[in-house]
């Protein structure tokens, strides 16, 4: 009850196809276990421009990302 904000920062890898690999993903920091309930819940549903190489010939690579998600909750 009550209004509760927090803030989960997340790691994890993106493959080629713009995908979260779900075996990758570390919680950095984590303000409450519920927070970090909905990004685990929703995080694999995100789907992301894939990192790519540099150059004429450039294609699709995994890479990782760090990504913060903010939350506010409303009072009921």
Do not use: C, Y
């Amino acid at each position: 009850s009550g209004r509760r904000e927090g803030q989960v920062v997340v790691r994890f890898m993106v493959n080629e196809l713009g995908r979260v690999e779900v075996a990758t993903i570390i919680v950095e920091q984590s303000d409450h276990e519920l927070f970090t309930a909905a990004v685990r819940d929703v995080l694999p549903r995100f789907r992301f421009e894939p990192a790519r190489t540099l150059g004429p010939e450039s294609k699709p690579v995994a890479a990782w990302v760090s990504l913060p998600f903010r939350f506010t909750t409303k009072k009921r």
